[in-house]
């Protein structure tokens, strides 16, 4: 009876899945659903008339899609459809006075055609006080691409107006667990950013951990426990091959994948305690970067690819250092709470992003590494995993909502809030990708 | 959702567009009988259960505990633990084989330092037993950090169920 457990066969589960470019409906198992919670104090004001589809047969409202991009980087409220007294498609049918009764500063207004076979999405932007055409832009796409094409039109409209890039095309990845018959199903994720076409890229019986984006954005590499041990994996996105990167005794975890694309920062605890590594990926090299009793994890590059930035407990409570490559010199970076873990730099290279511990809660927070000002960025309980936009402007993060993992957005001066609640399971471990194209 | 499609006919699909539109064509895979040395243990407990039987009292080896439980952020033994540990060390000297500890975190934290105090956890009790006797080569190690919680929900009481090593 003691050790009977011990030797049961386990049979574990798992499917890979490759990403096509076919459009065929897909199950959902978790799609994420978007609710803004907090927005700007002083948004601009825009109105997306709804694109006349002339004709066209297409499954999604592009103007919809639009909207609620704009809506929910907190920059931008937009105006009510049933408010408006025309939907414009062409510049001369614009009546500007109209649009600017209903308070609306900025008008996006288009259409479709077909263009042998394709979908041309035709659209411009309007400044209404100043009466011009801001721009005119034209993009074609199949009809699986709706989506994209609307992202396409945020993203160019959004930095107009900002002056930022947009990340409306870019990816989500995350990890969801449901509990099916006693046992847990582990599932690795990509989505839009939106939460939209979520797909599924790894299912699993055992643990799947700390999805990182390759620089492209074509892979990912995660921490998968299939084989019954921890091990770190690559995958491919389109095509769907993968390999096992490592195979030692103890922790395989943590990936980050360099700037470059050529290096994976890892941890490895093969030589007794955990230790930051780092796997060259063109000759599989392994040189290991730290030495100390202590644990050493959670590495993440800083932009520059020459320091890395890792939690350590050295100093008797996790802390986050950061080591230079080079010459393995090690710094101790954060000194306030008693808790301040898996840190991310936001693309300025001067905001670390952290979760921190303050009276026994764990917020996300930013600490400005130049001013060594910090700021609690979350009110939730249990939050982590935070992940920047590779624009800079918002985060994503984990936490619990009535017992449940979900998916929280937060900008990083913490003036924009939003839910990113899934329908079924706890979702875990949100991924930003890099920009895509 | 098992389709096939060969791997090499996808990817040249794939590569020969460029914008990303969503769907996904899975391709199942069972990677089964990882250990499969189902006759091996079979023969071990029948042996085991004669030396039960005829040498010692079967109630102690059945009562001892194989989770071992820590406080927050520690992977310091806890003196109650102790008792079972040793029993397990000379149970495993007497009938030699490979076990696994299991360590856990709660879910406070995040997660990859988890998955360090959850290995920490299981070298406790690993070095703790090696001092009782039992080789280091039959020990294995893992941890699974906060990924498999016993006991769920956010309380104290569901966290400390959770701070746990299993010996299997």
């Given amino acids: ?437 | 959702m098992n389709i096939s499609v060969t791997k090499t006919g996808l990817s040249a699909l794939c590569l020969s567009l460029v914008l990303a539109g969503c769907s996904s064509t899975p391709v199942e895979e069972t990677m089964s009988d990882i250990e499969d040395t189902t006759v091996q243990t079979v023969e071990v407990e029948m042996e085991s259960e004669a030396i039960v039987v005829e040498e010692m009292p079967v109630e102690p080896i059945m009562s001892a505990a194989t989770v071992f439980y820590f406080d927050f952020d520690k992977a310091l033994l806890k003196t109650e633990s102790r008792a079972a540990l040793v029993e397990h060390a000379a149970y495993l000297m007497d009938n030699p084989r490979s076990i696994r500890l299991e360590g856990h975190a709660d879910e406070r934290g995040t997660r990859e330092y988890n998955m360090a105090l959850g290995e920490s956890r299981g070298n406790a009790v690993k070095e703790f037993m090696v001092l009782q006797g039992v080789s280091p080569s039959m020990i294995e190690v893992i941890s699974y950090g906060e990924e498999q919680a016993a006991s769920f929900g956010s309380s104290d009481a569901a966290w400390s169920m959770n701070r746990r090593v299993e010996l299997k």
Avoid at chain 1, 83 to 105: C, H, K, T
Avoid at chain 1, 115 to 127: N, R, T, V, W, Y
Avoid at chain 1, 242 to 269: C, E, H, M, Y
């Fill in chain 1, 1 to 437: 009876m003691l050790f009977r457990s011990l030797m049961t066969t386990k049979t574990f589960h798992i499917i890979v899945v490759a990403m096509v470019l076919v459009f065929t409906p897909v199950a959902a198992w978790a799609e994420l659903v978007i609710r803004v919670t907090q927005g700007n104090d002083k948004p601009t004001m825009i109105a997306v008339a709804p694109m006349s589809t002339n004709g066209i047969q297409v499954l999604e409202d592009i103007s919809a899609i639009v909207e609620s991009d704009l809506l929910r980087s907190g920059l931008f409220k937009t105006i009510p459809r049933q408010n408006m007294l025309a939907f414009p498609q062409n510049i001369d049918d614009v009546y500007y006075r109209d649009w600017r009764l209903l308070g609306s500063e900025y008008l996006i207004i288009g259409g479709l055609k077909d263009s042998e076979g394709k979908i041309e999405l035709s659209f411009s932007l309007l400044d209404v006080t100043a009466q011009k055409t801001v721009f005119k832009h034209r993009v074609t796409g199949t009809e699986a691409q709706i989506r994209d094409l609307a992202h396409l039109v945020s993203d160019k409209v959004y930095k107009e107006i900002t002056g930022i890039r947009g990340v409306f095309s870019t990816r989500l990845a995350y990890v969801t667990a449901e509990l099916n018959d006693n046992k847990f199903i582990y599932r690795l994720n990509v989505s839009d950013s939106d939460g939209a076409r979520e797909q599924l890229v790894l299912e699993s019986t055992q643990p799947i951990m700390s999805p990182s984006w390759s620089p492209k954005g074509d892979e990912l590499a995660y921490v998968s426990f299939e084989t019954g041990r921890p091990a770190i994996w690559r995958q491919r996105l389109v095509g769907g091959q993968r390999i096992q990167l490592t195979n030692f005794s103890g922790l395989n975890g943590a990936p980050s994948w360099s700037p470059d694309g050529n290096k994976l920062a890892l941890v490895l605890s093969k030589d007794g305690n955990p230790e930051i590594y780092l796997l060259d990926l063109t000759s599989n090299k392994l040189s290991r970067l730290t030495r100390h009793f202590a644990i050493d994890t959670e590495p993440t590059w800083t932009p520059d690819g020459k320091n890395l930035l890792f939690t350590s407990d050295r100093g008797g409570t996790p802390q986050i250092y950061k080591l230079t490559i080079a010459s393995k010199a090690v710094e101790r970076i954060t000194f306030k709470g008693n808790y301040n873990a898996r840190p991310s730099l936001a693309p300025d290279g001067r905001t670390l992003v952290v979760v921190h511990r303050e009276s026994n809660v764990f917020h996300i927070a930013t600490l400005d590494l130049k001013t060594g000002r910090m700021l609690e960025l979350t009110e939730t309980r249990l939050d982590e995993s935070p992940t920047v936009a590779p624009n800079g402007a918002m985060l994503i993060y984990a936490t619990k909502q009535a017992g449940r993992g979900v998916l929280s957005a937060v900008s990083l001066d913490a003036g924009v809030k939003y839910f990113l609640p899934a329908k079924i399971g706890d979702v875990r471990e949100p991924a930003w990708s890099p920009f895509l194209r």
